[in-house]
C-alpha cells in the first residue's frame, strides 16, 4: 500500500502502522522468527545449562555460601554473551522488517528473504549506530546526574528537583531526535553518524509531536504484550514446572508478534516527516528504485535547476571575435558576390 502523500494527522499515522502491519503480517512475521525463535530457543538453552546449582534451605532460602563463584562468573559471562547475541538477531530482524515496510509503503512489496539480505548488508551500520546511540544516552544521563548533584549541593532537595526535570526532558530529547535513524539506514543507505544528524534534522521542529506519538504506540504495544502474555502463561500455567526454555517459548512468540508492529511505527513517521520537511514523492522513489539508480533512496528535496549566467554587455558570446572590429571581408576569389553580403 503506497502512503498517502500528505501529512498525517496523530491518529492517522497509528492507523497507517497497524495497517501495513496486518497487510504484510506473513512476512513480517517469518522476518523476525527465522532470526529471533532460533537464537532465543539456544539462549535459552546454554542459560538453563550453565546455570548455578542453587542450594536451598528448609526455609526456603537459597543458600548462598554453597555456591560457587566461578559458577556464578561463568553464569554472568554466558548471560551477557545471549544479550549480545539476542541484540544483534533484534536488530537484524527490526532492520528487515523496516525494510519490507518500506517496501509495501512506495508500492514496491518484496519477500521476506530479500529484506533479510539487504538488513544484512546493513549490518555493519546498524552496529556502528546502535552503539554511537548508546553511548550518547549514556554520557547524557551521566552528565545529567553530576548537574543533579550540584543542584542538590547547592540548592537542596528544589534543585534536585529542577535538575531531575531537567534530565528527563534532555533524555527524552536526544531519544526523539535520533528516533527514526534506523530508517534512514535502511532507506537511505546512510553511514550511521550521518543517519543520526539525519534524524535529528528531520524530526526538527516537531519532537513533542512525534514524543506523542511514539508514547502512545510504545503503551499499544505493551498492553498487546501483556495480553499476549497473559494468553502464554495461562497456557504454561498448565505445565507443573514449565522451566526456562518453555518461558522463554512464550517470550519469543511475544516478541514475534509485536516487533514488527513498533518497527512499522518509526518507518511510517519517517515517511511521514519526509513528506512534511522535503515534499517527498514516493512515486519519484518507486521510479529511482526501479531504475537501479545510486540515488534511489536520495536524502535530499529536489533542488531547482541552476540559473544561466547573463554575460555582461562588452564580455564576448559565444562565436564572436574577442574584439569589436567588425569582421573583415572575405578575398576576392573573382567571382561576383551577391548585393547585401
Known amino acids: 500500500m503506497a502512503l498517502e502523500l500528505r501529512p498525517l494527522g496523530f491518529g492517522d499515522r497509528i492507523g497507517a502502522a497497524f495497517k501495513l502491519y496486518g497487510a504484510n503480517f506473513a512476512t513480517l512475521m517469518l522476518i523476525v522468527a527465522v532470526i529471533v525463535i532460533p537464537l532465543g530457543l539456544i539462549g535459552a538453552l546454554v542459560t538453563e545449562a550453565f546455570s548455578p546449582d542453587f542450594s536451598v534451605d528448609e526455609n526456603g532460602i537459597i543458600d548462598i555460601d554453597a555456591i560457587e563463584a566461578d559458577q556464578v562468573i561463568g553464569f554472568v559471562a554466558v548471560i551477557f554473551f545471549v544479550a549480545i547475541i539476542s541484540a544483534l538477531g533484534t536488530l537484524l530482524a527490526t532492520g528487515g522488517v523496516m525494510k519490507a515496510v518500506a517496501d509495501d509503503i512506495i508500492g514496491e512489496p518484496g519477500d521476506w528473504q530479500?529484506?533479510?539480505?539487504?538488513?544484512?548488508?546493513k549490518i555493519g551500520p546498524l552496529i556502528i549506530g546502535s552503539i554511537l546511540y548508546g553511548l550518547g544516552l549514556l554520557g547524557a544521563i551521566i552528565g545529567g546526574l553530576v548537574v543533579v548533584g550540584v543542584l542538590v549541593a547547592l540548592f537542596d532537595a528544589i534543585g534536585g528537583l529542577i535538575g531531575g526535570i531537567a534530565l528527563a526532558v534532555g533524555i527524552v530529547f536526544l531519544v526523539v531526535s535520533w528516533s527514526i535513524w534506523v530508517p534512514t539506514v535502511i532507506v537511505e543507505d546512510l553511514r550511521?553518524?550521518?543517519?543520526?544528524r539525519r534524524s535529528f534534522h528531520l524530526v526538527k521542529g516537531r519532537r513533542w509531536p512525534v514524543f506523542g506519538y511514539f508514547l502512545t504506540m510504545y503503551i499499544l504495544v505493551i498492553l498487546i504484550a501483556a495480553v499476549l502474555g497473559g494468553v502464554f502463561g495461562g497456557i504454561l500455567g498448565v505445565l507443573d514446572d514449565p522451566g526456562v526454555v518453555a518461558n522463554s517459548v512464550a517470550n519469543i512468540a511475544v516478541q514475534v508478534i509485536t516487533t514488527p508492529i513498533s518497527a512499522a511505527a518509526v518507518v511510517v513517521l519517517y515517511f511521514d516527516q519526509r513528506v512534511r520537511n522535503e515534499?517527498?514523492?514516493?512515486?519519484?522513489?518507486?521510479?529511482?528504485?526501479?531504475?537501479?539508480?545510486?540515488?534511489?533512496?536520495?536524502?535530499?528535496?529536489?533542488?531547482?535547476?541552476?540559473?544561466?549566467?547573463?554575460p555582461p554587455e562588452d564580455e564576448p558570446g559565444l562565436g564572436m571575435p574577442p574584439d569589436d572590429d567588425p569582421p573583415e571581408d572575405p578575398p576576392n576569389d573573382g567571382f561576383p558576390r551577391p548585393e547585401g553580403i
Do not use: K
Request: glycine fraction near 6%; avoid cysteine.
Open 192 to 196: 550511521a553518524t550521518d543517519a543520526l
Open 279 to 310: 515534499a517527498f514523492d514516493v512515486q519519484d522513489l518507486a521510479a529511482h528504485m526501479r531504475s537501479g539508480g545510486d540515488d534511489a533512496f536520495g536524502s535530499l528535496p529536489p533542488q531547482d535547476p541552476p540559473t544561466p549566467r547573463t
Open 114 to 121: 530479500d529484506s533479510l539480505r539487504y538488513a544484512w548488508s
